[in-house]
């Protein structure tokens, strides 16, 4: 069923002690009658113990990457089933971060997000345009070469551990976000196109987030559009307040 997802992507930030302290400021502070789903990812350092922190609370955590291989001699990569074998059931893949930066194709994704799968965690797959695909008009075809390259390779049975996360990469980080009615027209697309591979009952299923400069003041518009199922904040999940503030905004 489709499901209201508010997701912290926390990036390089935080260290033990910190984690610790907003941990502890959400579970004080997040409201015993959300019914959305909080997701938080730290660092993977410190995936353990906010597993052991969130132990009794509604916060689910989530890593940020995962390796596609097994195990094997991959210096300084984490795999799916040390994730899980310390109760992190969900993890992040493909965001724009790690496509630009770390050179990860849409093949590489798509590699991923099958170990993921296999070790039946929920995969948090972004994906999105850059300005220049905007700008040329071009962004609902690299959105669904996006879709169909990094994850429409997946089984039907595969999409109840699938959330999307539509990331435009022009509005991550920058304070620049998309219009309520551009995020709207694209998770409509988003969810046109996941029916057309795959039916009516996964497409309108499968939780579509919004991500990109979502902040307190603008959440509760976002999150008010229909193809809006949530987000994935990145700038306002490192403060308690913000961070509050856009889960009570759903
Ligand atoms: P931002 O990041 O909210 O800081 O724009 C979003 C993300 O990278 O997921």
Redesign the pocket.
Known sequence: MRKKIV?G?W?MHKNATQTTELLNELIAQIPAETTAQVIVAPTFVNLSSAVENLKFSNIAVAAQNVHQAESGAFTGEISADMLTSIGVNTV?LG???RRAIFNESDALIANKVDTALKHEMTVIF?FGEELKDRQSKNHFNIVENQLKDGLFHIEAKDWSNVVL?Y?PVW?????E?ASPEQAQDMHEFIRETVRKAFGSDIAEDVTILY?????PDNAKEIFSKPDVDG???????LNAKDFVAIVTAI
């Open positions: 997701a992507n990036k992040i965001h724009s971060e972004c996360a990331e509005a991550i980080g920058t304070g976000t991500g990109g400069s979502v902040k987000g994935l904040i990145g700038g306002a999940a």
